[in-house]
């Protein structure tokens, strides 16, 4: 189980998650290339894995024991990498190389450029055939590691996810906890509009998973979903996440055109004021 969540950590982690969310910000201007709306709208749950959940060394990225993390929708990985070097694995001032020539920071998570990385990612629809593969691996050598598997939810489109969601619950992988990013999104419009998963709960549930859906944007609740996996014995859990593309950022809330495109000048100028404000409100809130 997780250490209690008391006040003072939960103060930290919301004040991390808006510092995550402006470098975000800055890392996508200086790139002027890259994904807005999917890690801003995921900064809340990455921020709780690498600062309360994941059971981790950044120090010492390749540590057998460690819990491992695969993000299937690798596109996102910007929040990824400001969450990775705000935790040691790297020097924050690193996060300017992003998607630059030479960098280990690519627009796709690259696992032999950047220590931490658990698979590189790209291919919609891989990440959990790849973290049922981990977690089963764990399971034959009786390690204790925990495979988080980080998904979207437009990727349940893809066909090869269902196999392995089915072979995960067959074989009952209580060591696999996967999140979905339920922010109804995609690329060309809304989930729902280009190629409908609901009912998305109910499915998982008839692969032999166990199902918590929560607000992604409330940090204690989605550590108590994660202590509640924990406690899960015979099957895989998945942790339906709703969340809000671009949060934190109002002109790119819930707009799928923010999908795939960084902000210019202006609009990074007016989005850093907005996050900026929302970190005065979070300090006095916790006052």
């Given amino acids: 189980m997780l250490e209690p969540l008391h006040e003072k950590k939960l103060k930290f982690l919301e004040e991390k998650a808006n510092q995550i969310r402006e470098d975000l910000i800055e890392t996508l201007l200086e790139a002027g290339s890259g994904h807005s709306a999917g890690p801003l709208g995921m900064t809340d749950i990455f921020t709780a894995l690498y600062f309360h959940i994941l059971n981790h060394h950044p120090r010492n990225p390749n540590w057998e024991d460690r819990d491992r993390l695969v993000l299937s929708n690798g596109h996102i990985c910007p929040v990824r990498y400001v969450a990775m070097a705000h935790a040691g694995y790297f020097p924050i001032e690193e996060l300017k190389t992003l998607r630059k020539i030479n960098s280990r920071l690519q627009g796709h998570p690259h696992r032999t450029a950047l220590p931490g990385v658990e698979t590189t990612s790209g291919p919609l629809g891989s990440g959990l055939s790849q973290s049922v593969g981990m977690a089963l691996a764990g399971k034959l050598d009786n390690k204790k590691y925990k495979v988080f598997c980080l998904m979207s939810d437009?990727?349940?489109?893809?066909?090869?996810?269902?196999?392995?969601?089915?072979f995960a619950g067959k074989?009952?992988?209580?060591?696999?906890?996967?999140?979905?990013?339920?922010?109804?999104?995609?690329?060309?419009?809304?989930?729902?509009?280009?190629?409908?998963?609901?009912?998305?709960?109910?499915?998982?549930?008839?692969?032999?998973?166990?199902?918590?859906?929560?607000?992604?944007?409330n940090i204690e609740a989605f550590v108590d979903a994660v202590?509640?996996?924990?406690?899960?014995?015979?099957?895989?859990?998945?942790?339906?996440?709703?969340?809000i593309p671009g949060k934190g950022v109002s002109f790119m809330e819930n707009d799928y055109?923010?999908?795939?495109?960084?902000?210019?000048?202006?609009?990074?100028?007016?989005?850093?004021?907005?996050?900026?404000?929302?970190?005065?409100?979070?300090?006095?809130?916790?006052?």
Avoid: C
């Avoid at 000048?265 to 916790?286: M, Q």
């Fill in 171 to 217: 074989n009952k992988l209580n060591n696999l906890i996967g999140v979905i990013d339920r922010n109804n999104i995609q690329i060309d419009g809304f989930t729902e509009e280009i190629m409908p998963i609901e009912p998305l709960k109910e499915k998982y549930e008839a692969f032999n998973w166990h199902v918590i859906e929560v607000d992604g944007h």
């Fill in 227 to 243: 202590n509640e996996a924990h406690a899960i014995y015979e099957k895989p859990t998945v942790i339906i996440a709703h969340t």
């Fill in 257 to 287: 055109t923010w999908h795939g495109k960084p902000p210019d000048k202006e609009e990074a100028k007016k989005a850093l004021s907005e996050l900026r404000t929302l970190g005065g409100k979070i300090e006095s809130e916790h006052k």
């Fill in 154 to 166: 437009g990727e349940h489109n893809s066909g090869n996810l269902w196999e392995a969601a089915m």
